[in-house]
Antibody
């Protein structure tokens, strides 16, 4: 059974770069037809999709964060990572990593986030 | 971006009630719509994918319907563990987005 675990600093100073890692266990990050995703949730607020990386390495990012975000993979460590530059207090949130699996019908292929990490809290403060 | 709007933002109900949550997309997303629930302090959990397909292990009191721009999540006979927050999410575009969430509270 695949499990995900986020790790990284819980406190980041304003204007610095936030770096988080998601370690995948129980399966290979190189397996086909998965998206690897980052989502965040400020305290008391809703979920915000940050971006995704396909097994092939292609990425897509939220337009509001695209200029500051990079998602990358380290297949040797079975991990994928999030880097967010120039952080401000508005980036304070619980950050989740997730896997999206493909579900097939006769007409189409659908993706849904079926495995999630437990989340890690990141506070941006001096 | 495709905007997802849930209604209501919160609702009060009793154990045993039937509740319906609505999710509206800003454009046609056919049936590329997923539903999640989130317990306080926990990661979200997938309930329904492709608008109407129940994820493995999810109780049958949960059901989803809709296509195009309008979708619903229905919970028949609310159980105590169902008083949590629910989110819809579209996977139609390359940029995925969530609804703002619907909190189901005990009346």
């Amino acid at each position: 059974q695949v499990q995900l675990q986020e790790s990284g600093p819980g406190l980041v100073k304003p204007s610095q770069t936030l770096s988080l890692t998601c370690t995948v266990s129980g399966g290979s990050i190189s397996s086909s037809s998965y998206y690897w995703i980052w989502i965040r949730q400020p305290a008391g607020k809703g979920l915000e999709w940050i971006g995704r990386m396909y097994t092939s390495g292609s990425t897509n990012y939220s337009p509001s964060l695209k200029s500051r975000v990079t998602i990358s993979v380290d297949t040797s460590k079975n991990q994928f990572s999030l880097k967010m530059s120039s952080v401000t207090a508005a980036d304070t949130a619980v950050y989740y990593c997730a896997r999206a699996s493909a579900y097939y019908s006769s007409e189409a292929r659908y993706y849904a986030m079926d495995v999630w990490g437990q989340g890690t809290t990141v506070t941006v403060s001096s | 971006d495709i905007q997802m709007t849930q209604s209501p933002s919160s609702l009060s109900a009793s154990v045993g009630d039937r509740v319906t949550i609505t999710c509206r997309a800003s454009q046609n997303i056919t049936n590329y719509l997923n539903w999640y629930l989130q317990k306080p302090g926990k990661a979200p959990k997938l309930l329904i994918y492709a608008a109407s397909f129940l994820q493995s292990g999810v109780p049958s009191r949960f059901s989803g319907s809709g296509s195009g721009t309008d979708f619903t999540l229905t919970i028949t006979s609310l159980q105590p563990e169902d008083f949590v927050t629910y989110y819809c999410q579209q996977s139609y575009s390359t940029l995925w987005t969530f609804g703002q969430g619907t909190r189901v509270e005990i009346k």
